[in-house]
């Protein structure tokens, strides 16, 4: 594959794959009478020499610019509400986002806000809320600059609420893109630990979407050539990267998104809190934890694991063996081994096992988890 060649496939979401594919961005907004956009992103990108030349580039075909950036690093409700305002201040007629999970999640909250204007959180699909997602939506265009939680092809995003930091899924698929612009070089700044992080955060949702219990043959294929994907190209995006490991860990990103249609399980199930309760990063929660939450997930299926370690070509094909692999991978890359080096503390156990069981990953998970379970699950990686 030339990636300096961009390309087009549909997966059902419109993806424009390739290098400088974000050049066509102000086109195809003037194509569909799109002029006045929100670009939704976060504090940081919103400084980026990146991100100030989209803007440029759009104005430059006379297209009316607002962004809106003020957003935690793990979303929050009022940041969806704040958005929004901005978008109906402004009068925007479409919503760009533009970043990683966090950017992308909040972006897609707000195309939901603008036409569903009952508390946000009536439309969590965990109670059925999705059912309400009756309206149209504003005009959404994706822009991914990490490797990590493929939200770009997605059709939910994960908000928490301000108060209690519980996570609500917002699901629809009115809420997916109408265009992915996934340009790998938007990823080559990125830091090695960003990128270490969020690669395994990929590679969770690939594993994870394998192993979920539910039965979708066509997700099983796509996260195991995700996994594929990552084997050959995370530790020389994190180390030295080029064109090809940066566009191959976008697209091993976005199949992992697309996977996880089918389902988690105990790995987010663990991360997850270590975000709403300590505001972990959700990639590094999820690297972490990865060799404790798969190993547990071994007895009884033995087969898929044996899967899993021919598509890593590892030396034996045995659970044991993608246990090791995943180790020895987070080493390379840089991620601690146990939850103490990234400053969990043993008093936070019994609150992140609570936390933990509640959370809505979990009951796709092959076999089922226990509260007692997460908590010795985190003894084992404290």
Known sequence: MDFNRVVQFNFPTTIRFGANAVKELPAYLKQNNLSKPLLVTDPIIAELPFFKEIIADLKLQGISVEVFSEIHKNPVKSDVIKGGDVYDGTHRDSIVGIGGGAALDVARAIVLRIHHREDLFKYDDLIGGDVFVTNDVPHFVTIPTTAGTGSEVGRSAIIADDITHQKKILFSPKLLAKVVFADPLLTM?????????????????????????????????????????????????????????????????????IAFQKGLGVVHSMAHPLSSLLDTHHGLANAVNIPYGMRFNIAGFEDKFARMARTLELDEYTGEAVIQYLFDLNTKVGIPHKLRDINV???HLDTLADLAFADFAHPNNPKPVSRDDFRTLYSEAF
């Open 189 to 257: 700044g990125l830091p090695a630990g960003v990128t270490a992080a969020t690669g395994m955060d990929a590679l969770t949702h690939n594993m994870e979407a394998f192993l979920a219990k539910n039965y979708h043959p066509m997700c099983d294929g796509i996260a195991l050539e995700g996994m594929r994907l990552i084997s050959l190209s995370l530790e020389k995006a994190v180390k030295k990267p080029d064109l090809a490991s940066r566009s191959e860990m976008l697209m091993a990103s976005m199949m992992g998104a």
């Open 345 to 347: 503390k043993e008093e």
